[in-house]
């Protein structure tokens, strides 16, 4: 029978979760650990914007601040130690402290709550720039692009099948009518 894996979250400092990640696998490696631990994942999602007329796409960190880490089996108090050691690393997100008050014990992920979370990751892996983020009508954008780059206008209407958004911005005290791309605006 096959070992049952566990995930746990690792807080770590905010904008460095690709370097603490480094660093956990390198020292699972100084230590020979490597076996203990299957994956460590940092949830990213891919967003699109336009500079200089150029579509550009960039990943963002899904939840910053946090690696996840799935272990073979039990996260031993020395695979902890190693872990809590790195730098970067602040410590377990789930820790139930002990009935003296000094020992933490991380708590895995339920199950349910894994799940979730590698469902929205593998989503947005599969998100294409096809599937960007929907719009509604009646919505405040600011355009990011073109000519009326830096206008706030108002979608009038959506036009799905081709990517384009209808948006009234008013220039020069007159409203007027543009067609925008989708990656030529941001909502407000």
Request: hydrophobic share 35%; aromatic share 8%; charged share 30%.
């Amino acid at each position: 029978m096959a070992e049952r894996s566990n995930w746990y979250v690792i807080r770590v400092a905010g904008g460095k979760e690709k370097k603490a990640k480094e660093y956990i696998e390198a020292e699972l490696r100084a230590a020979g650990r490597t076996d203990e631990v299957s994956q460590i994942l940092i949830p990213t999602e891919k967003t699109f914007s336009v500079k200089n007329g150029k579509k550009v796409s960039k990943e963002s960190i899904f939840f910053p601040g946090y690696v996840l880490i799935e272990v073979v089996s039990n996260l031993t108090g020395e695979l902890q130690h190693i872990i809590r050691n790195v730098p970067h690393v602040s410590g377990f997100l789930t820790e139930k402290v002990g009935k003296d008050g000094k020992d933490k014990q991380p708590t895995p992920l339920r199950e349910s709550e894994i799940k979730r979370i590698l469902g929205i990751f593998d989503d947005l892996l599969e998100q294409e720039e096809e599937n960007l983020t929907p719009f509604v009508v009646g919505e405040a954008v600011k355009i990011t692009d073109g000519p009326f780059n830096g206008f706030d206008g108002t979608i009038e209407e959506i036009l799905q099948d081709k990517k384009k958004l209808k948006v009234m911005v008013k220039i020069f005290g007159r409203k007027t009518l543009l067609e925008l791309n989708f990656v030529q605006v941001v909502k407000e």
